[in-house]
T-cell receptor
Framework: GESVGLHLPTLSVQEGDNSIINCAYS??????FIWYKQESGKGPQFIID?????DKRQGQRVTVLLNKTVKHLSLQIAATQPGDSAVYFC???????????????FGTGTRLTIIP | GAGVSQTPSNKVTEKGKYVELRCDPI?????LYWYRQSLGQGPEFLIY????????DSGLPNDRFFAVRPEGSVSTLKIQRTERGDSAVYLC???????????FGPGTRLTVL
């Protein structure tokens, strides 16, 4: 079936540096993408989302880039802090393609470690 | 305000037993979702409720799994004849209406011995 995958399972970044987490998706019908952060023992926490009619969206210290041509999604975190250490998941949804289908399909995740 | 809550936080049971996992969504949220997360994996969709009805149960792995939401608020995920492979964290999420941001609870860690 269709799946969302990640290029790297782990990533270590020096505190204060920028980090980039990548994600590849395989379903070209997906039209909505979300990045989640999950800390140990907690549920996923929404970070930022982007719709397929956009290439870039910015939040506070985070930017999501969407390249539909190669079906690639990335999350950029600027000026990383120790609190950014967590597992990051990308997820996709095909709302327009199948209206009413609200399930999210998650990737495996990338563990980001911020080195003090 | 209060977020999504799930009880119990941990559940240990023996193979073949029946378990119930409870989810209290954010007040006023009409959509409710159940996901299962195995160790080292991303959450996997199980079922989605809009109000009291299950709008999409395509993710339930087999007929041992069942979920209800009788009054459109609290939901219970029920697992019969548990198997060791059912061990995972079961996550619940809710959203204000269909299509809006999903807020996740902390999950229930189920261990089947």
């Amino acid at each position: 079936g269709e799946s969302v995958g990640l290029h790297l399972p782990t990533l270590s970044v020096q505190e204060g540096d920028n980090s980039i987490i990548n994600c590849a998706y395989s379903n070209s019908a997906s039209d909505y993408f979300i990045w989640y952060k999950q800390e140990s023992g907690k549920g996923p926490q929404f970070i930022i989302d982007i719709r397929s009619n956009m290439d870039k969206r910015q939040g506070q210290r985070v930017t999501v880039l969407l390249n539909k041509t190669v079906k690639h999604l990335s999350l950029q975190i600027a000026a990383t802090q120790p609190g950014d250490s967590a597992v990051y998941f990308c997820a996709e949804n095909m709302r327009r393609a199948n209206f009413g289908n609200e399930k999210l399909t998650f990737g495996t995740g990338t563990r980001l470690t911020i080195i003090p | 305000g209060a977020g999504v809550s799930q009880t119990p936080s941990n559940k240990v049971t023996e193979k073949g037993k029946y378990v119930e996992l409870r989810c209290d969504p954010i007040s006023g949220h009409t959509a409710l979702y159940w996901y299962r997360q195995s160790l080292g994996q991303g959450p996997e969709f199980l079922i989605y409720f809009q109000g009291t009805g299950a709008a999409d149960d395509s993710g339930l792995p087999n007929d041992r799994f069942f979920a209800v939401r009788p009054e459109g608020s609290v939901s219970t995920l029920k697992i019969q004849r548990t198997e060791r492979g059912d061990s995972a964290v079961y996550l619940c999420a809710s959203s204000l209406i269909r299509g809006y941001e999903q807020f996740f609870g902390p999950g229930t860690r189920l261990t089947v011995l």
